[in-house]
């Protein structure tokens, strides 16, 4: 028998345990290799915005809410500041974290806090004063010629412990604050870690493991023969290797410690840059000067995964504003034994084209750019307009996104300087996809769409043998029978503009007939269309 403060008792209990069985996020990989993300058990991708530096407080963030809205993401990034949850040792404040996380879950909007610890872009400024005024106890990293730098060495035994300490109280507290929630959905682990100033640390200690053997297990993992760090990478890679090395697992200690407490997904960013990479070329690219020595760029990446296992994703920083470099950083990041995440990018016109190469050529899983809270009182900066645009229009469709790039149906057709059309192909179509089309009103003269830089982007998924979603901007499809299929041409025999909801499609406009007798046009304000064809 059950009694009256028995029914209150699981009144309180039962909405906690069936929030509780919400699945944690989880990356998972199909038959044919491709990542997928899945958040409350269902396909997602993350449209995020990141915070800039100094904004992660309560107040900040507040502010910051109607810009959010605007840009129609469904994920923010934040960091979380050493110094200010862990001001004295041992004494966790985490009251701020709770109130940001509180005022995103109400925003209908996932978390992905930023730990900005030992490293953040490869110096120490956001680590506590009790860390930065103990360097006896906290080793910074000594260079070639014998001096301090502001940066802590991945050597130091009483810095991995105190770092792994308190990003372990941090993983605790989101259990304990957010389990049954599952706002936060995945951490980042330092942030754009590395050794700025040197290549290697030069400290007695460190030198001596420099000049002794390469750890068996990393030479076993890598394939290659024992030796020192000279004789196994030689001379152009040794220190870095080494860098690498100590770094990498310094920060997998930590997010090991992080997952027994809470397994949450884990990535690690990336400031550019690399030995012969031409990822970074406005400086010297070379580790410690024109990027972080040790951090998981591209020309090390096997390093990492050699030795940092129980981090998740490692995920670009992308601000190249080059189309053909841009390109060949997804390529290099989208791997066998690596999801691609854009977790930082630039706002504008470019980087709104270039997020459709990332869903469409490399299945990526999520795509943020940096410094969305400008501070605009009425809606998105105008830096961020276009990939607020292209947010609205797919943001409908992340599922059969998702099931599309799973089944590999899902192509980009994107416009560059001197680039005013693509073709992709399909099992029974071609498609041709001419960016600026000329538009025609009724008696009028026919008017180029778009913006005087290049804009056209367009997403083409082929949802069964004839039947196509797409979705893009500033573009004119059109579409033909499979070359050498014997058909002649081709007619769209149904075409609708739309939104899915609740994962079930809407129609809001029909398009057939003059719409879309010489092809589907993507209007400057973009469109999701779903189009039936027939050969003949």
């Given at each position: 028998?059950i009694?009256?403060?028995?029914?209150?008792?699981?009144a309180?209990?039962?909405?906690?345990?069936?929030?509780?069985n919400?699945?944690?996020?989880?990356?998972?990989?199909t038959?044919?290799?491709?990542?997928?993300?899945?958040?409350?058990?269902?396909?997602?991708i993350?449209l995020?915005?990141q915070v800039?530096n100094?904004?992660?407080?309560p107040?900040?963030?507040r502010?910051?809410w109607p810009e959010?809205?605007?840009l129609?993401?469904?994920?923010i990034e934040?960091?979380v500041?050493w110094?200010t949850i862990e001001?004295?040792e041992?004494?966790f404040?985490f009251?701020g974290?709770?109130e940001i996380v509180?005022?995103l879950?109400?925003?209908?909007?996932?978390?992905i806090?930023?730990?900005f610890?030992?490293?953040?872009?490869g110096?120490?400024?956001?680590?506590?004063?009790?860390?930065k005024?103990?360097?006896?106890?906290?080793?910074?990293?000594?260079?070639?010629?014998?001096?301090?730098i502001?940066?802590?060495?991945?050597h130091?035994?009483?810095t991995?412990?105190?770092d792994r300490?308190a990003y372990t109280?941090?993983?605790n507290?989101?259990k304990e604050?957010d389990?049954?929630?599952?706002?936060v959905?995945?951490?980042?682990?330092?942030?754009e870690?590395?050794?700025?100033g040197?290549?290697?640390d030069?400290s007695?200690d460190?030198?001596r493991?420099?000049?002794?053997p390469?750890?068996?297990?990393?030479?076993?993992?890598l394939k290659k023969?024992?030796?020192?760090?000279?004789?196994?990478f030689?001379?152009?890679?040794?220190e870095?290797?080494?860098t690498?090395?100590?770094l990498?697992t310094?920060?997998?200690?930590?997010?090991k410690a992080g997952?027994?407490?809470?397994?949450l997904l884990?990535y690690?960013?990336?400031?550019?840059?690399?030995?012969?990479?031409?990822d970074n070329?406005?400086?010297?690219d070379?580790?410690?000067?024109?990027?972080p020595?040790?951090?998981p760029?591209?020309?090390?990446?096997?390093l990492?995964?050699a030795?940092?296992?129980?981090?998740?994703?490692?995920g670009?920083?992308?601000y190249?504003?080059?189309?053909?470099i841009?390109r060949?950083?997804?390529?290099?990041?989208?791997?066998?034994?690596?999801p691609?995440?854009v977790?930082?990018?630039?706002g504008g016109?470019?980087f709104?084209?270039?997020?459709f190469?990332?869903l469409?050529?490399h299945?990526?899983i999520?795509?943020t750019?940096?410094?969305v809270d400008?501070?605009?009182?009425d809606?998105i900066?105008p830096?961020?307009?276009?990939?607020a645009a292209?947010?609205g229009?797919i943001?409908s469709?992340?599922p059969?996104i998702?099931?599309?790039?799973a089944?590999g149906?899902?192509?980009?057709?994107?416009?560059?300087?001197?680039i005013?059309s693509?073709t992709?192909?399909?099992d029974?179509y071609?498609?041709?996809?001419?960016?600026?089309p000329?538009?025609?009103?009724?008696?009028?003269?026919?008017?180029?769409?778009g913006?005087p830089?290049?804009?056209g982007r367009?997403?083409?998924?082929?949802?069964?043998?004839d039947?196509?979603?797409?979705?893009?901007?500033?573009?004119?499809l059109?579409?033909?029978p499979?070359?050498?299929?014997h058909y002649t041409?081709?007619?769209?025999v149904?075409?609708e503009?739309g939104?899915?909801?609740?994962?079930?499609w809407?129609?809001?406009?029909?398009?057939?007939?003059n719409?879309?007798?010489r092809?589907i046009?993507?209007p400057?304000?973009?469109?999701?269309?779903?189009?039936?064809?027939?050969?003949y």
């Amino acid at each position: 028998m059950i009694t009256l403060r028995g029914l209150f008792v699981l009144a309180a209990v039962l909405p906690l345990a069936v929030a509780q069985n919400k699945p944690i996020a989880q990356i998972s990989k199909t038959a044919s290799g491709v990542y997928q993300l899945s958040v409350d058990g269902k396909p997602f991708i993350i449209l995020g915005g990141q915070v800039n530096n100094p904004s992660a407080f309560p107040d900040r963030m507040r502010r910051a809410w109607p810009e959010f809205k605007a840009l129609h993401a469904n994920t923010i990034e934040f960091p979380v500041y050493w110094d200010t949850i862990e001001p004295v040792e041992g004494k966790f404040d985490f009251s701020g974290f709770d109130e940001i996380v509180r005022g995103l879950r109400q925003q209908n909007l996932r978390a992905i806090p930023l730990w900005f610890g030992t490293w953040k872009n490869g110096a120490m400024d956001y680590t506590p004063a009790w860390v930065k005024s103990n360097p006896t106890r906290f080793p910074r990293v000594i260079d070639s010629g014998g001096k301090p730098i502001r940066v802590l060495s991945p050597h130091g035994q009483a810095t991995l412990q105190a770092d792994r300490t308190a990003y372990t109280a941090l993983l605790n507290h989101i259990k304990e604050f957010d389990q049954a929630e599952r706002t936060v959905i995945m951490m980042q682990v330092e942030n754009e870690s590395g050794l700025l100033g040197s290549v290697r640390d030069y400290s007695p200690d460190a030198t001596r493991l420099f000049n002794g053997p390469v750890p068996a297990p990393f030479v076993a993992a890598l394939k290659k023969k024992p030796g020192t760090w000279t004789e196994v990478f030689g001379p152009r890679m040794a220190e870095e290797a080494f860098t690498v090395y100590y770094l990498s697992t310094y920060i997998d200690t930590v997010a090991k410690a992080g997952k027994a407490v809470y397994p949450l997904l884990t990535y690690c960013n990336v400031w550019m840059g690399g030995d012969n990479t031409n990822d970074n070329f406005d400086v010297w690219d070379r580790p410690g000067e024109g990027y972080p020595s040790g951090g998981p760029v591209s020309h090390v990446i096997d390093l990492w995964k050699a030795s940092a296992h129980d981090i998740d994703i490692i995920g670009p920083d992308i601000y190249h504003q080059s189309p053909i470099i841009y390109r060949t950083i997804l390529g290099r990041y989208h791997r066998p034994d690596n999801p691609l995440m854009v977790v930082e990018t630039g706002g504008g016109m470019n980087f709104a084209r270039y997020m459709f190469y990332a869903l469409g050529d490399h299945d990526a899983i999520g795509f943020t750019p940096y410094g969305v809270d400008t501070g605009a009182t009425d809606g998105i900066s105008p830096r961020f307009a276009a990939v607020a645009a292209n947010f609205g229009v797919i943001g409908s469709a992340l599922p059969v996104i998702s099931q599309l790039q799973a089944a590999g149906k899902l192509k980009a057709a994107v416009e560059e300087d001197f680039i005013r059309s693509r073709t992709v192909t399909f099992d029974n179509y071609d498609v041709f996809v001419h960016f600026r089309p000329a538009v025609r009103a009724s008696g009028l003269a026919p008017v180029v769409t778009g913006p005087p830089e290049p804009s056209g982007r367009a997403l083409v998924g082929q949802l069964g043998p004839d039947e196509f979603l797409i979705m893009g901007f500033d573009a004119e499809l059109v579409f033909r029978p499979a070359w050498g299929s014997h058909y002649t041409d081709a007619q769209f025999v149904e075409v609708e503009e739309g939104v899915y909801e609740n994962g079930v499609w809407k129609r809001t406009e029909i398009r057939n007939g003059n719409f879309s007798d010489r092809g589907i046009v993507l209007p400057s304000r973009g469109a999701m269309v779903k189009a039936k064809a027939i050969r003949y």
